[in-house]
């Protein structure tokens, strides 16, 4: 059974940084894309970024919204992938979700709160 | 960008219902679509990926068809625990696009 476990959720000033983590087990972490996701409170689901697999040559891509300010790494031998976030802004309170792609087929974390308030 | 249209946004239907959401894409997206399921304070749930696969262990009665722009999650029968959010999403190109929602409500 596949499953994801995230971490790190914080509160956070405005202008700060947080790192997020998602370990996952029951799969090869190196043959899998892992997406990140957000939704903010009352809203819908955002997508974040996604860090392809060994074969795709680990690319990495993000949303307009991050770009610059997230960075996604993986670390293959501890199945674990991670969402560092600096230059938070206000507008990135939400919850965190890490979601693993199987042949199409998507399994879902139960996610990390972050709040960025001042 | 793909931009994602789910319609209605909104839907109140009875136990038995038969009820369908429907989803569309500004452009083709192949079969490349799954479909989730969140209720409240809760991590969305796949129901259907590649458009009509249903997720081990999810219900029969919930299907999914279509192909290029448009596609259909379909309830056959609607059940009290299928009140939630449903949430249609594209994974054929950047930047994954998903839909606004449709909120279900159970008469």
């Known amino acids: 059974e596949i499953q994801l476990v995230e971490s790190g959720g914080a509160l956070v000033q405005p202008g700060g940084s947080l790192r997020l983590s998602c370990v996952v087990s029951g799969l090869t972490l190196s043959d899998h894309y892992i997406d990140w996701v957000r939704q903010a409170p009352g809203k819908g689901l955002e997508w974040v970024g996604r860090?392809?697999?060994?074969?795709?040559?680990?690319?990495?891509e993000y949303a307009a919204s991050v770009t610059g300010r997230f960075t996604i790494s993986r670390d293959d031998s501890k199945n674990s992938v991670n969402l560092q976030m600096n230059s938070l802004k206000t507008e990135d309170t939400a919850v965190y979700y890490c979601v693993s792609w199987t042949a199409g087929d998507p399994t879902w974390g139960q996610g990390t709160l972050v709040t960025v308030s001042s | 960008d793909i931009q994602m249209t789910q319609s209605p946004s909104t839907l109140s239907a009875s136990v038995g219902d038969r009820v369908t959401i429907a989803c569309r894409a500004s452009q083709s997206i192949n079969s490349w679509l799954a479909w989730y399921q969140q209720k409240p304070g809760k991590a969305p749930k796949t129901l259907i990926y590649?458009?009509?696969s249903l997720q081990t262990g999810v219900p029969s009665r919930f299907s999914g068809s279509g192909s290029g722009t448009e596609f259909t999650l379909t309830i056959s029968s609607l059940q009290p625990d299928d009140s939630a959010t449903y949430y249609c999403q594209q994974y054929n190109s950047y930047s994954y696009t998903f839909g606004q929602g449709t909120k279900l409500e159970i008469k």
């Open positions: 590649k458009t009509s």
């Open positions: 860090t392809k697999n060994r074969s795709q040559r680990y690319a990495i």
